[in-house]
């Protein structure tokens, strides 16, 4: 092996390097030396964390990453405020002022070398919550999958899985995110099945006669014959057939929305209206309408939803020792999120709701006082209902 040597098989940061500050920016440990130097590393600070704007115009996002980010600062010397797992939020209030969806405040020498992880906790995980939501908005009620954990490191697969489930998504499909989270672990056939077993009807049969009868038997439709075909022959191999996915590569796909359409026909006129038809294969959120007028009833979705953009937080500093300041770009001084209960609006400095009048009420949650728990973190069951929740009066355009 050439290169330095190492004791590890994969490049993952363990817990107890990210505990101990090393997935830092190295220019955060060289301020320290100086801070301290000089004698302010002491210095008590008040930093926000905000965004100036979201991936791809979306008008919200879903903040998630929260357990992490009380996980990563418990029993360090500082506090920690943040709206809940799961909310809902956009970057601005209706006054145009930056919502803070988290605050630090504490000696800048004993967080300081958190700031890099903290982001990148929350930014990754905010960016998949909010299209897993998204991609749920859309679907209108019919099921979501995630496939993308095969697209990323397989050392954050079950942050993928959390960040999905709290978006609303409708299953994981690895063992060991099943394992952490306390969630089944959802599948249905890969073409490996059909071509190691010599052919659709084998590979029908096989998993008809051994594949244990408590999971569905959802058939691929698609590998080595027209899509009807391979349907017709899943209903002869598999009596108690749940449902048939289309994982139709882009090169045979023409109008895929036109294919499920004569799918959904062969079904239904064969008597199979329980039947229900999957999709999968570059799913996004351009071509799920259409394929939704079309008859799919759930939805596979991997590249686009592990792949998401992250929001782009920041976190600076907005006071010290209680006086206010701020970079060119920011707003100085704390600032308190209230939120008005009837219609969901963020504002800050204002006891009624700017727009239905209502009273406003405090949108943080105390999570850290001082590095120790403040708050009880809420069950990933909770916070996903608070997503599904909130989605109900949350719009896909601005």
Request: glycine share 10%; aromatic share 6%.
């Amino acid at each position: 092996m050439t290169g330095p040597a190492r004791d590890r098989d994969f490049y993952l940061a363990t817990e107890d390097e990210i505990h101990a500050g090393k997935t830092t920016d190295v220019y955060f440990l060289r301020t320290l030396e100086i801070l301290k130097k000089a004698g302010k590393d002491r210095t008590v600070v008040e930093a926000e964390v905000t965004t100036g704007g979201l991936p791809n115009g979306w008008p919200w996002g879903v903040l998630a990453g929260v357990e992490e980010a009380v996980h990563l600062l418990k029993g360090k010397n500082v506090s920690l405020w943040s709206l809940p797992e799961g909310t809902i939020f956009a970057p601005r209030t209706p006054r145009g002022v930056p919502l803070p969806v988290m605050t630090l405040e504490g000696p800048y020498g004993d967080w300081a070398l958190y700031e890099t992880p903290l982001l990148g906790v929350i930014c990754q995980t905010s960016g998949i919550a909010t299209k897993a939501a998204r991609l749920r908005k859309l679907a209108n009620g019919k099921e979501i999958f995630s496939f993308g954990v095969r697209r990323m490191h397989p050392g954050i697969a079950p942050l993928i899985e959390r960040s999905v489930y709290v978006g609303g998504l409708d299953a994981i499909t690895t063992p060991l995110g099943s394992s952490i989270l306390g969630l089944p672990a959802m599948g249905t056939m890969p073409h490996a099945l059909v071509i190691v077993m010599g052919g659709s009807r084998e590979a029908f049969h096989a998993v008809q006669r051994y594949l244990d009868k408590k999971v569905p038997r959802i058939a691929l439709v698609d590998t080595y014959y027209d899509e009807k075909t391979e349907t017709l022959l899943a209903l002869e191999e598999i009596p108690d057939l749940a449902g048939v996915r289309l994982d139709t590569p882009s090169s045979r796909r023409g109008n895929f929305p036109q294919i499920v359409r004569e799918i959904r026909w062969e079904l239904d006129v064969r008597g199979h209206k329980d039947v229900k038809i999957f999709v999968s294969g570059n799913i996004d959120e351009k071509s799920i309408p259409a394929l939704l007028a079309a008859g799919a009833d759930g939805f596979g979705v991997g590249t686009s939803l592990s792949n998401a953009p992250t929001i782009d937080f920041a976190c600076d500093i907005v006071e010290i020792e209680g006086k206010p300041v701020a970079k060119r770009g920011k707003f100085g001084a704390r600032k308190e999120p209230l939120r008005c209960p009837k219609d969901g609006t963020y504002e800050v400095g204002v006891s009624r709701c700017p727009t239905c009048g209502g009273a406003m009420k405090a949108a943080y949650v105390q999570y850290l006082d001082q590095g120790k728990p403040a708050a009880d973190l809420p069950s990933l069951t909770e916070i996903r209902s608070r997503v599904i929740a909130e989605l109900e009066r949350a719009s896909l355009e601005a």
